[in-house]
């Protein structure tokens, strides 16, 4: 038989800086260092596959191999998956290393496997930062009166309350256009996105508030896995974790670079100090998910981000 | 290929040919495909479902039930009013009437059938009484019909903007200008051919009547300002401003002309549902077949092979152009968009063509493929109202359809006539 | 027999007809007051997006199922017209057939889908999916109920196809 095709999808663009797509091209050339010759791994960017709800249902059906999704989607098939999505749960990447790699990490990958995906690894999009055009934010008090652009997902929606703003949740395609208009003030996303998408023509103040850290699970059909050797699957393991650890080091290297030029172009960029204000504040975002995460389970984040 | 890249190619057109209707030709194909490949036929429902969920597409059954109770309520012919006065004194008045109310109707509408519709069953009979022949007069109304969807709001716009993920409020803008040039372009053929008939002028209306025609249907005009002026102002998405058209329309038909009777409103709002079922269930089915032909890197195969015809830029846009509006003229205008959304998109890049002057190539070739012979929704509305054959509407609108390609190149090889406006009020 | 199956393809159109229409005014009605509290009162609500896309897929796949039934789905006749009427009604008889499989093949994907995926959450409001899926098996068997039943309507020839 010739090689295995495992068809990997994501839903961003192929672009040489987007976090997806370089964890997409590591992994193929991971694997083939792993097991030449073995595996053709066919990429779909762009929503090829469909989007990210689909393209989860597509691996639990095995009719998709592979893909790289968000961690926000993916907890609507696994909730204990939210604790990443929590504001301000991690402080800086090396915490979140901590906590996705350890047994934690392993304990949440666990979970997908009633769905019939098996979780490889966590690759990561970067922190979001909150971006407007009414004041750039220090404190809590800050977010408060500005109308935010959120993405439809109650996490986000709480945490916006929980601060204070206005939460308009509103299609991607229109965002632009809107915050070019003032139909919002502003918005929180990657570092990347507000570069490649020209954000910084239509938004004064960028404030790193590193307010949510953005987790991507590499993820592999448990029907396309069943399929593979002991030796087959333990490479494909491996390729997926040298991927995530390339992703993350070469993002770092482009979010620092982006900053600098989102700098060159304008923006007014100010870091956030106190982040404990910011915790105290959207205390009730967690104690309303606290339940649904898994009691324990989110007991053991904190006690791990507080060490 | 494949065996199911072949089924969803030659067999869908096979099956298309024959006559089944084309929501079932994509979705046997792609059931078929989905066999042949070895797919958990769970995708197909999968991909059903998901066809459906896009905020945006909720602006279509929005601007179609928008534009069946503007109709119905009398807004449409107060329109029609105002630009009979603005323009009957000039020879070949009669058919500029047709085209300008059909520009001001496309400034409510966001489809070419109900353009066709609303101007055809008023325009027809008025213009035959005055010496036009029946079948210019219907390949007038048909011709039209494209502007309702080249002229914003337009379906196929929302359409196109959440496949290629560009802003819906851009790409309207970006159909205005050809839209305009294309309306005027129809009123020289009108005013040559009045010239050929031998049809008179008409008494030129005063200022007066125009005023008072205008007064009268102020609040109809009113419409296309809020309409617009609400999506261009940052006010509301396109999706929102769908349905403050409908509650507008509702409320004026109701109360203010009274041409709506409460009892009317509910069957109106079954017969745009069907409309919006038409159109949606084939975006819904589409879906699988795109999700197919993905997974099958079919539209990938079949850019490369286009590119490897030539190296032009001139050429390949040439080709492209003649492919969409030969796929236009025997396609569903949407089902034909979304099937050939990846190849469309990776080919624009590939050339560097501006992403929204890409939507107007594409949206307005298939706009045009609308009146075009065999399959368009305007034609068929035109041939329904007037009892003419295809064939005759067809050769009637030979002229028209010149002046769309003319606009087509315009479109395709000036890129101002597309990104001067969008740039102009969005920045 | 035939008369039980008119009568069962004449219930669930008056059925599926009256839910759409209750669907389309509830979906307008849920986009209005959307804009009214993001405008006139100032804070916006977060479940009025998620809602109406979950009444649109159901105002789409139960109105589509009626096209089976009315015959309102667009098709190509120009080379079906110039068949011989003898040929065409076996024609009419073979897409018919191919409409019915379809929706039970449909049918069949649906049920499916609601199965493997109980128990998944959407997005904003968390609803289990099952709400949403089990549209599409629906639709399935409405299009199967009025398939046969234009099936019969062409061996009387009441409708060509
Ligand atoms: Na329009
Ligand atoms: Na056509």
Known sequence: AGPITLRFGWCTSAGPTDPYAIAARQFKKALEEFAPGQFNVELYPNRQLGDEKEMLEGLSFGTIDMAVITNSPISRIAPPFQVNDMPFIYANEEQAYRVLDGPIGQQLLKTLEKKNIIGLAFAEGGFRQMINNVRPIYLPKDVAGIKWRVMPNPVYIEMFRALGGNAVPMPWGEVFTAVQQGTVDGLEIPIAVIYNNGFYEVCKYLSLTNHTYSALGILIAKRTYQKLTPEQREAVRKAAIKASREERRMNRQNVAKLIEKLKAKGMKVNEVKDFSAFRQKVKPVYDKFRSSIGEELFERVLAEVSR | ?427 | MATLLRRLSDLCAWVTKAMVVLLAVALILCLLIAIFFRYVVGQALSWPEELSMLLFAWLVLLASSLGVREGFHVRLTVIFNRFPPLLRKEMSYSIISLIIAFGAVLFWSGQDLVVRTSGNLSATLGYPLEIINSSAPVCGVLIVIHGLYRLLAIAKGEVEL
Not at chain 2, 5 to 18: H, K, P, R, S, Y
Not at chain 2, 248 to 258: E, N
Not at chain 2, 288 to 295: G, I, V
Not at chain 2, 320 to 337: C, K, P
Request: charge should be positive; glycine fraction near 10%.
């Open chain 2, 1 to 427: 290929m494949s065996p199911a890249a072949w089924v969803l190619t030659i067999g869908f057109l096979l099956l298309l040919a024959l006559g089944v209707p084309i929501v079932f030709a994509i979705g046997i194909s792609s059931v078929v495909a989905m066999w042949l490949l070895g797919i958990d036929v769970v995708m197909l429902a999968q991909r059903m479902v998901a066809g459906t969920q896009s905020f945006a597409l909720l602006a279509i059954p929005g601007f179609i039930l928008a534009g069946d109770l503007m109709t119905a309520g009398g807004l449409s012919s107060h329109l029609i009013n105002v630009a009979d006065r603005l323009v009957r004194h000039v020879r070949g008045g009669l058919g500029m009437v047709s085209v300008l109310s059909s520009m001001f109707f496309a400034c409510l509408s966001g489809s070419a059938p109900a353009t066709t519709a609303t101007v055809g069953s008023i325009m027809i009979p008025e213009m035959e009484k005055r010496g036009y022949s029946r079948r210019f007069a219907t390949s007038l109304a048909t011709s039209v019909g494209p502007l309702g969807q080249i002229i914003p709001p337009s379906i196929p716009f929302i359409v196109w903007g959440v496949i290629a993920e560009q802003s819906i409020t851009r790409l309207f803008l970006s159909g205005v200008i050809p839209g305009v040039v294309d309306g005027l372009a129809y009123m020289v053929v009108c005013y040559f051919v009045a010239k050929r008939l031998g049809i008179p002028k008409e008494r030129r209306a005063s200022i007066k009547e125009v005023i008072k025609a205008a007064y009268e249907a102020k609040w109809a005009l009113l419409a296309p300002v809020i309409i617009l002026g609400g999506i261009y102002g940052g006010v509301f998405t396109p999706t929102e401003a769908s349905m403050i058209a409908v509650a507008y329309a509702l409320i004026i038909g109701l109360f203010v002309y009274k041409g709506l009777k409460p009892s009317e409103v509910l069957p109106i709002v079954w017969r745009s549902m069907r409309t919006t079922a038409v159109v949606m269930f084939i975006i819904a089915a589409a879906s699988a077949f795109c999700w197919l032909l993905a997974y099958e890197r079919v539209p990938a195969r079949l850019v490369g092979l286009m590119l490897s015809i030539s190296e032009s830029k001139v050429v390949i846009l040439l080709l492209l152009n003649l492919m969409l509006l030969l796929i236009g003229a025997v396609m569903d205008n949407i089902a034909a968009m979304i099937i050939l959304s990846s190849l469309l998109i990776d080919l624009g890049a590939r050339l560097g063509i501006d992403p929204i002057q890409l939507g107007p190539i594409v949206v307005i070739n298939f706009a045009v493929g609308m009146e075009t012979p065999p399959l368009g929704y305007s034609l068929f509305v035109g041939s329904a109202i007037s009892g003419l054959s295809i064939e005759e509407i067809a050769r009637g609108m030979l002229p028209f359809f010149l002046v769309d390609v003319g606009m087509l190149m315009l479109v395709t090889f000036v890129p101002p006539a597309t990104l001067w406006l969008p740039k102009l009020v969005l920045g």
